[in-house]
């Protein structure tokens, strides 16, 4: 998989490899497209963000990925 997907790869990945799986946002199946999300977080509405932030950090451990952004860690609620 590339670090772009094309709209029929997204179409077919399932809902749970997405930050924001009701809206079909910040797909995020491998650890490449993970730092992508983070790196887009910012374009993120406000009120969704500690929502994709957890998510963000979940699949970053599960694929190995140090999420250096702290304003992810303070809306995940993992900074003061």
């Given at each position: 998989m ?8 997204k179409?077919?990945?399932?809902d749970?490899v997405?930050?924001l799986?009701e809206?079909?946002e ?5 650890a ?6 983070e ?5 993120c509405?406000e009120e969704?963000?500690p ?7 979940a699949?970053a451990?599960?694929y190995?990925?140090d999420?250096k952004?702290?304003?992810?860690r303070?809306?995940?609620?993992l900074l003061g």
């Amino acid at each position: 998989m590339t670090d772009r997907l094309s709209y029929e790869e997204k179409k077919e990945l399932p809902d749970s490899v997405f930050g924001l799986p009701e809206r079909r946002e910040y797909p995020m199946p491998d650890a490449a497209h993970v730092r992508a999300a983070e790196a887009y977080f910012r374009y993120c509405p406000e009120e969704l963000r500690p929502k994709l932030a957890r998510a963000i950090l979940a699949r970053a451990a599960e694929y190995g990925v140090d999420v250096k952004s702290p304003e992810i860690r303070q809306y995940a609620g993992l900074l003061g």
